[in-house]
């Protein structure tokens, strides 16, 4: 018996609506709305916006003035491609829940609500429970950083600690994403914006070492977040800026993760998300020192493809959840959709 095909809405028409409009197409999951805040895109039909050669039939509505009442029974899940805050999100998420509608959203707070922003998540909780449907993050840290390190520590039967490190290149998602990380700032203005007020980046990545753990069982005690600018003693090109930084530039952030544990396990995270030098390939590795002693890295060639594919392949599991967060650690192992 086949399953029936999701039919989705995308709140957030930018650059990552665009990959999930297109795999839906490509797979005959039905567009049934698609949002935006004001601006030239409204009105738009989404084949056009997105250089399809033909229009589809989905018209992006203006989010402020849009009737959601009218989905109710007419789509299964909204896909949330907008903002990495939770507490940007959280319209966004009223408004699809009460219409009935499950949520994946793809921001980076998203994955671990409860440990990037303890304030808002009860109330996601509550409202996905009240309008029983389910809540989930995804994207590229699915597969590649959380069930990547629960699967490693899977064959262990003893555990003493965790540890990730990774390189993701900042050129990848364009420019606005890039300036969010520091790229270009002085180490000055790196310190200012971003480590002696919290920056955009600060509550997320904390949470990748506290999902892995609380996915395997710990119950963690104390998580430690400290970022960083990352800068190199050699001048580097940056094609995105069209020129060159010199020594000493911000050329990224880094930011250390660390979690303890009421069993006394430990993980930590040592990420940087920065320029690349010649040669270097965007990974992700994850060591776990047990019985036995474990490595695994992940390569990932075209990141914008690899998230927004993740966050796809994972609708049908948050629509098939149960009423409230899900957090990725709950649904079991990512599976393709190259059958679908
Ligand atoms: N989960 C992950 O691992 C992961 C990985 C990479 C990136 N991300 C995140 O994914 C998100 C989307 O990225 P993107 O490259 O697609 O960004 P983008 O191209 O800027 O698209 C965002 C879209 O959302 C719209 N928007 C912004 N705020 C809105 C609001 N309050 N109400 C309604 N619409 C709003 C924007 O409208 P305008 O046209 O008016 O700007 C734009 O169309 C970002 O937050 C990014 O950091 C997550």
Redesign the pocket.
């Known amino acids: 018996m086949s399953t029936p095909k999701p039919r989705l809405v995308i ?7 665009g990959y999930i409009t297109r795999f839906a197409l490509d797979k005959g999951w039905p567009i049934v709305a698609a ?3 004001a ?1 030239p ?1 409204i009105g738009q039909d989404l084949g056009r916006l997105y250089k399809l050669g033909r229009d589809i039939g989905v018209v992006v509505q203006d ?1 402020e003035t849009a009737d959601f009442s009218a989905l109710r029974g007419q789509a299964d899940i909204g896909v949330v ?4 805050q939770l507490t ?1 999100n959280f ?2 998420y009223e408004r699809l829940m009460k219409a009935g509608l499950n949520v994946i959203c ?3 707070e998203s ?1 671990f609500p409860f440990g990037s922003n303890p304030a808002i998540a009860p109330k996601i909780d509550e409202l996905a429970k009240a309008n029983q449907v389910s809540f989930s ?5 699915d597969m590649s950083r959380i069930w990547a390190g629960i699967l490693v520590a899977g064959p262990c039967t003893e555990l003493r600690s965790l540890r990730q490190t990774s390189i993701t290149d900042a050129q990848r ?2 420019l ?2 890039m300036l ?1 990380i520091g790229v270009g700032e002085t180490v000055e203005e790196f310190t200012a914006k971003r480590v002696a007020k919290a920056g955009p980046t600060n509550s997320m990545y904390k949470t990748i070492p506290q999902q892995v753990l609380v996915g395997l069982g710990y119950t963690p005690t104390a998580v430690r977040e400290k970022l960083e600018p990352v800068v190199f003693d050699q001048p580097i090109w940056c094609a995105l800026l069209d020129k060159e930084l010199t020594a000493g530039t911000s050329v990224g952030t880094r930011i250390i993760a660390e979690v303890d544990t009421a069993e006394g396990v430990t993980a930590s995270a040592h990420i940087e998300l920065r320029l690349f030098r010649e040669g270097e390939v965007e990974h992700m590795r994850w060591e776990v020192d047990g019985m036995p002693h474990t490595r695994i890295r992940i390569e990932r060639d075209d990141s914008s493809h690899f ?1 927004c594919s993740s ?1 796809f392949n994972r609708i049908p599991d948050v629509i098939a959840a149960p009423p409230g967060i899900q957090e990725l650690y709950k649904l079991g192992p990512m599976r393709h959709t190259a059958l679908a």
């Open positions: 709140y957030g028409t930018g650059q990552f609506g949002f935006n805040r601006g895109k989010c491609v907008m903002s990495d940007t319209g966004a793809h921001g980076g994955y993050g995804g994207g590229i840290w998602n364009g606005a994403q969010s998230t966050l």
